[in-house]
């Protein structure tokens, strides 16, 4: 008999598969905790009230009645789902009323709609990119972006993160390798919550004849005075030829889109496989999404930008105030997320686990998703957050963290 090596064996005895069970044994599995409420300040999670500072609905709309009537809307008009692709039978007037309002708002010429956010990446990545090209990103890029590139079969060649020495030393290493060059920066990274040197990134790509595109996930809705993001921030809105969002943060909703040129964005329509072969989606979604939109784009966007920023410059001075250690953009530019830095993984389980025993929910980051001894809790504030809350948050933290150290010695300390 043939002995062949069984495909599936990687799925036992591998070095995540012992970590969770450990935490789960433990009792301090950060993972997979039911939600009971809507995604609000304060939620059910459970049985018990916590404190939600683990969200990125950002600005608070998934609870806004506008939104959920703009949902419920494209509910009763078109169903549950639409059964198709859009190349086929997954185009509604919702569609294309959507990517019209989202060229306007971004101020570009065209914008396609995806199913998801990671389908955008993978869509306009895979697409754009043969294995002649080479694309320029940042070590700290998310795995999207990283699956898109792979997909493509172009040459990855990444820089340390924000080092724009290092930067242009791939751009250098890019000249020489015959194809096209495209550099990827993110608008604000998820994990981090800091803002890269975007505008010196545009610069130097400009220098090696380069095209730009920036992930603005987490930076759609957020910064900028119309709140389309770091690119917008930064003035750099013509300098950067493709930016990609997603509806699951600030939107309120799920979906993704890219906003660019028109001769690329129907370059997608008709070649982009992760467009052209996944079901369009669910109505609600789009309607959501549109409503949310709308917000942002009237006179009330700036006002809830703004609370959004004032809530994280006040979560981010408690939590320095109290002690803890917390990343910061280079900069200065405040986001809505503010991780604290623990460093080690362990010790960042533990302590998430104390701090959901008191009534608070954070995110925990190990590495692979953070470097090595970069373990972090990420918190992220809501423009729906008032002070009651953030101060109830910030008192769970202190006092956690004055018991956690006693038990488990010093945390990393505020610089």
């Not at 039911?34 to 018990?48: L, N, R, T």
């Not at 080092?163 to 030393?169: A, G, T």
């Not at 930016?243 to 600030?250: C, E, Y």
Request: net charge negative; hydrophobic share 40%; with cysteine.
């Amino acid at each position: 008999m043939r002995t062949t090596v069984d495909v599936f064996a990687k799925v036992k005895g591998h070095e995540r598969e012992q970590q969770i069970n450990a935490a789960r044994e433990s009792g301090v599995l950060p993972y997979f905790r039911p939600v009971e409420s809507p995604a609000a300040p304060v939620v059910e999670m459970e049985g018990a009230e916590r404190v939600m500072l683990g969200s990125n609905n950002y600005l608070g709309l998934t609870g806004d009645p506008r939104v959920i009537e703009g949902a419920r809307q494209a509910l009763e008009q078109y169903g549950t789902g639409l059964t198709g692709s859009r190349l086929l039978n997954g185009t509604t007037p919702l569609h294309t009323e959507l990517e019209a309002e989202l060229a306007t708002w971004m101020g570009s010429e065209d914008c396609i709609v995806y199913t998801t956010g990671q389908q955008a990446n993978l869509g306009a990545l895979g697409t754009l990119l043969a294995p002649s090209d080479t694309v320029v990103t940042d070590s700290a890029a998310h795995a999207s972006i990283l699956d898109g590139i792979a997909l493509s079969r172009a040459k990855l060649r990444a820089y340390r993160h924000n080092k724009l020495d290092k930067l242009e030393r791939q751009l250098e290493r890019a000249s020489g390798d015959g194809g096209g060059i495209l550099v990827v920066a993110e608008g604000m990274y998820s994990m981090e919550g800091d803002v890269g040197p975007l505008a010196e990134i545009a610069e130097l790509a400009k220098s090696y004849g380069a095209r730009m595109m920036v992930d603005e996930a987490h930076s759609v809705g957020v910064l900028g005075a119309r709140g389309t993001g770091a690119t917008e921030l930064f003035g750099i809105e013509d300098r950067v030829d493709l930016r990609m969002g997603t509806f699951s943060k600030s939107f309120a909703s799920c979906g993704g889109f890219i906003a660019g040129s028109r001769d690329v964005i129907e370059y997608l329509r008709v070649t982009s496989r992760s467009y052209i072969f996944t079901a369009s989606a669910v109505p609600a979604a789009l309607g959501a999404a549109q409503a949310s939109l709308r917000i942002m784009a009237s006179e009330e966007g700036p006002l809830l930008f703004a609370k959004l920023l004032d809530n994280a410059r006040y979560l981010h001075a408690g939590l320095v105030e109290r002690g803890f250690k917390v990343v910061t953009s280079e900069g200065g530019v405040i986001t809505p997320v503010v991780p604290i830095l623990v460093e080690d993984d362990w010790k960042a389980v533990l302590l998430w686990k104390a701090l959901y025993d008191a009534g608070l929910f954070v995110n925990v980051a190990l590495h692979p998703a953070v470097p090595p001894g970069g373990a972090l809790l990420r918190t992220s504030v809501m423009a729906t957050h008032d002070r009651e809350v953030l101060d109830r948050a910030l008192e769970i933290m202190s006092q956690v963290k004055s018991e956690f150290e006693a038990e488990h010695g010093p945390l990393p300390e505020a610089s």
